[in-house]
């Protein structure tokens, strides 16, 4: 996955809302960004980054609202009546989830359907009090 032995991939993620300056700033100008900021905190100097590429994911990110809970709620009622549904990720079910807890979600829905059951509670994911996304009590 990388051009050549001895190298690395490196993924950057900035938070920003479509239309401002962040979002709008052109491709290689973001890409000098990037570089700059990992020589800023040490992982590389600019002279030995080989390459770069920009991704711009609109609505990555649920935003939450006061009604949210009881939105979701509606959505996760919904969905159940599908035996056959595995929703994942943060757009799939509707809320943050980091990374590692989206990855997750997957192998867990792949999982599900290996073997026929739900075995996995994917909803579970994330759910603990430290994310204070959801209250357990």
Not at 17 to 22: A, K, M, P, V, W
Not at 99 to 117: K, P, Q, V
Request: with cysteine.
């Amino acid at each position: 996955m990388v051009p050549e032995d001895g190298t690395t991939a490196l993924g950057l993620e900035y938070f920003c809302t479509e239309g401002d300056d962040l979002w709008s700033m052109r491709d290689e100008e973001l890409i000098n960004f990037g570089m700059e900021e990992l020589e800023k905190i040490g992982l590389g100097k600019k002279k030995d980054f080989q390459d770069g590429f920009v991704a711009r994911v609109p609505k990555a990110y649920p935003v939450y609202d006061s009604a949210y809970r009881e939105k979701l709620i509606i959505i996760r009622r919904f969905i159940e009546n599908f035996e056959n549904l595995q929703v994942v990720g943060r757009h799939g079910m509707f809320k943050y989830n980091n990374m590692d807890h989206s990855i997750l979600t997957g192998l867990y829905a792949a999982e599900n359907i290996l073997c026929g059951c739900r075995k996995h509670d994917i909803w579970s994911l994330n759910a603990n009090p430290e994310y204070h996304e959801e209250d357990l009590e």
